[in-house]
């Protein structure tokens, strides 16, 4: 049985954003599966978070940081994938921006002592 | 710098990972199975937070989880070239969503709210002298298992009807690989985290095979690099005390993981090789001869 709390308080908000992302994921996974780009779907995802870092660092609505970063990671793996190794391109261009995410969160932690 | 004890130990545990992961790294960029390596050390995670949940070494859950996710993509069906990167991404999301799972209770315990950033992007500098022998161990056995198996790993790899011709069994051979992977990326992870172990796994591979096609020397330039990026990072984070923002240092990861990269992209400077028509005997460094 569902608890009254299922439909109250913050969980609408849960069950809208929750659903219009399993339905694009769902539709875009698809492809994703079909041209064997999983690991590119694991990465690109992964890697904008330090966009979101860098975004609160300077001040500015994570969204953009995210948007600016996942995009930049795509373009990144498209423009030096088609010379050498897909997935080797792919893995690097995660790893980069995780290092640069970790980064921008030791900065902002250290400011905020 | 080197009479500190930690950076000693960072310098150390730093070195072995960045020498087996090199060496590892070959095979599996080879074999394209940089996702999986890539996704067994995000999934030791799920060891790494499980262990801060029970309080054992990290180190521990790390392995474990490692080695369980290796069996679970075998079982999925990672051998076959075509389901590869799906196995792996099953794999990966339900390893993941553990994951949260332990860093949740495990945070609601013990109120150490940079327990997720630390198994993720790793701590080198607060490793415990006591977890090194363990490291050491298994980064021998993970070493040892590769040369065993070296030859077959190469043919399997790169003619696998011709593998299975010669009574080789595909299977295996990819399962113990996938297990040695597992071994070296949780011990990486320890070192600089459970992400960026992908980079000393990948990146000094992948450059070393853009410069020379022999496995042999490819896995010696791989290991090389690895370990001038892995020591250069630990002594620039060690020296960025003294940068701005004053008074802590930078993560040795973003060093480590900038340093690989530009190893990388350094080998695109390089002319392509004319290709000459090789003879058939030319390969035999490929071949398992």
Known sequence: MLSGMMFSGLMPNTWIAASIVAVIAGVTGYFAVLRGETFAAHAIPNGAFAGAAGAWLLGVNVIWGLAVFAVAGALGIGALGSKARHDVVTALTLVLMLGLGALFVSISSQYAQ | ?289
């Not at chain 2, 087996?20 to 890539?38: D, E, K, N, P």
């Not at chain 2, 003294?242 to 802590?248: K, S």
């Open chain 2, 1 to 289: 710098v080197l009479s500190n004890g930690p950076v000693l130990v960072a310098f150390l545990v730093g070195g072995i990972a960045a020498i087996t992961s090199g060496v590892i790294g070959v095979f599996s960029v080879l074999r394209t199975q940089s996702f999986a390596g890539h996704s067994l050390a995000d999934i030791a995670t799920t060891g790494g937070a499980a262990a801060f949940l029970v309080g054992v070494s990290q180190f521990w859950g790390f392995l474990v989880a490692g080695l369980a996710a290796s069996a679970a993509m075998e079982a999925i069906g990672v051998q076959r070239r075509k389901g590869r990167d799906i196995a792996t991404g099953v794999v990966l999301g339900g390893g993941l969503g553990v994951a949260a799972l332990f860093l949740y209770l495990g945070t609601q315990h013990t109120s150490r709210t940079g327990a997720s950033f630390s198994i993720l992007f790793g701590s080198i500098f607060v490793i415990a002298p006591g977890t090194v022998p363990g490291i050491i161990a298994a980064g021998v056995i993970a070493l040892g298992t590769v040369a065993l198996l070296a030859k077959r790993l190469l043919l399997t790899a790169i003619a696998p009807e011709l593998a299975r011709a010669r009574g080789v069994s595909v299977r295996l051979t990819g399962l113990f690989f996938l297990m040695a992977l597992a071994v070296v990326v949780s011990l990486s992870a320890v070192a600089i985290g459970a992400v960026l172990s992908t980079a000393l796994l990948v990146g000094p591979a992948a450059t070393a095979l853009r410069v020379t096609r022999s496995p042999v020397r490819a896995m010696l330039v791989s290991a090389s690099a690895g370990l001038a990026a892995t020591w250069a990072g630990i002594a620039l984070a060690y020296e960025s005390y003294y940068w701005p923002p004053h008074g802590r240092t930078w993560p040795v990861s973003f060093f480590v993981v900038t340093l690989v990269l530009a190893g990388y992209l350094l080998t695109y400077l390089r002319r392509p090789r004319p290709v000459v028509p090789r003879s058939p005997h030319e390969g035999a460094e490929c071949s398992p001869a």
